[in-house]
């Protein structure tokens, strides 16, 4: 059996590992993409992407093709009603965000809570000020939006921090880490409750622009509100016209409406926003972590078994 | 019996708490400073200060005094000799620290690693790069220089991150939070396991200017080093030295042998130091933190008991 790989710069310790593990029962072909890899899809009955160089095309053509692993959480781009009529397993990597996301969270913040920004300024200008005005995030209260693999490490973290950490779900039921749940439509109630907001909610039809004015109106002055999940969980003029009126002190964003944020948003220059480039799922160990899922499924694979790890249900793309 | 405080700015709230609680039995008195205090020192029997305040005159002057409460953990500047000579009570606030110093530590790791510093440039210049080299600080290895109250703090949040906590202390004596712990003299074998080391060593003789030029040839060349300890720990030129040559990445400074820093210091503009006002310990929940201190100890003083928390040799000073 062949499984291929379009992964670009796939590490060599983790070829070797797999063909140490797998050697005999599989051969590997690792291309670097797409291009390259196409023309062994005829043959390949294992293929390892990152879900977005897939179309009806090439999946018609993986005529032998039994399993997808997509070395990514996003599924936007996969062709899944051909990939369901082929009757093609896929699995996803979903979880391994879970980490460098929550660390970002954390790392934010504590950014905003210890002033970093001010402190950089007077390190720039030689400026020895004990003055600034830091808060700790010890004792608080945190609503995180969301209470998936993601949220639930976001929680753990916080609750090391001495943090009440509340959820809210579609359903709101209770999930690891967290000291209360609730179903997201009481978000207006619980929302005046936290210090700290915490979206990381992927997007659905039900979550677009589900934040809206009167989300922010709910929220303390001087709430910090971050958005990692989906740029389209709130609109742009919602989050400016919420810290430029006071009623939140600062927003950081990791996601936006358009991405790349383009170069004339005012969010850049807003003194209250924090803006960075969609990166809080990035990770120097990202690549280990997700060929790590593939190994732990192809092990499941061979075995004849069916017990994979995060399994697509391929009717409903997720 | 006369409860004096020198403490400037007393909360409404815990004035009042105080009087609650200790009301019926202490008559107190919240003066703005040792300027006010000090025509009230000779009637008072317990008297709350930072400690930087009493000189042998005052100490002589507080005819009825019988404890003093030290509202900050730094000693150095109590007249111990007299106090000693009066056998008045001395206890601290040692500990208090731990809390907002251990948040200080984990969000400038954080920094480091999450390379905070370029993604404030790049927002200023409304460039969206995703190629930011960041690491994670989960799954590294930690060494703490110091397992006290701040040390096993540290230590306690690192855990939750998932990082490997390495103790030196004197004694080497196993402490909370930590996965190992040595004696301080086996430092040149421990440091080069460490991705990052955090120094909290109070200053004493044994502890000054520890950390020579050959414990830097130690550290990984990828090292961050953090000292939010005392600033006689490593000499100002061995620091310099050592991020200039490469023997470690990144030092993160909060104590300097002068503070404060002078203006001309080439640690300000030194890429790989960051420099921080001598603020770890900060914190808005600070005076409430001592005050709760004092008011668990104003308890074992009034029920004649004598297991007071922080007890303070005062033959030794600590």
């Known amino acids: 059996m062949l499984v291929l790989s379009a992964i670009k710069n796939v590490k060599e310790d983790i070829k070797e590992n797999l063909l140490d593990k797998f050697g005999e029962d599989a051969e590997f072909k690792f291309c670097h993409g797409i291009d390259e890899a196409k023309d062994f899809l005829p043959e390949a009955e294992v293929f390892i992407t990152y879900g977005e160089d897939l179309d009806d095309a090439f999946v018609k053509s993986a005529k032998k093709l039994k399993w997808i692993m997509v070395l990514s959480a996003g599924m936007d ?5 051909q990939i369901d009529k082929q ?18 969270a954390i790392s934010m913040l504590l950014q905003v809570a210890r002033q970093t920004k001010a402190l950089i300024e007077h390190e720039e200008k ?5 003055r600034v005005k830091m808060t700790e995030i010890s004792g608080s209260t945190l609503v995180v939006v969301g209470t998936g693999a993601i949220g639930q490490e976001v929680a753990r973290l916080a609750k090391a921090f001495k943090i009440k ?16 749940t609730f179903p997201v439509d009481q978000l207006y109630d619980i929302l005046p409750r936290a210090d700290r907001v915490v979206a990381v909610l992927p997007s659905t039809p ?14 303390l002055d ?30 950081v964003l990791d996601v936006f409406e358009q991405e790349p944020l383009p170069e004339t948003s005012p969010l850049w220059d807003e003194p209250s926003i924090t803006v ?12 280990y972590r997700g060929f790590e899922l593939f190994e732990k499924n192809m092990a499941v694979y061979l075995s004849g078994k069916e017990d994979f790890i995060n399994k697509i249900d391929t009717k409903r793309g997720y």
Request: net charge negative; glycine share 8%; charged share 20%.
């Open 222 to 251: 001087d709430a910090v509100f971050l958005n990692m999940g989906r740029g389209d969980l709130v609109a742009t003029e919602v989050i400016l016209e919420a810290v430029r009126s006071g009623q939140i002190a600062h927003a």
């Open 276 to 287: 960075t480039p969609h990166l809080s799922g990035i990770s120097p160990q990202y690549m």
């Open 206 to 219: 039900e979550t677009e622009y589900l934040l809206k004015a009167e989300a922010f109106e709910q929220m």
């Open 87 to 104: 009757g093609i397993l896929v699995t996803n990597s979903r979880g391994i965000h879970a980490g460098p996301m929550a660390e970002y």
């Open 165 to 180: 950490t509340i959820g809210l779900s579609k359903t709101g039921k209770m999930k690891p880490h967290f000291d209360e």
């Open 126 to 130: 030689h400026l020895w000020d004990r």
């Open 77 to 81: 781009m996969m062709p899944f009603e």
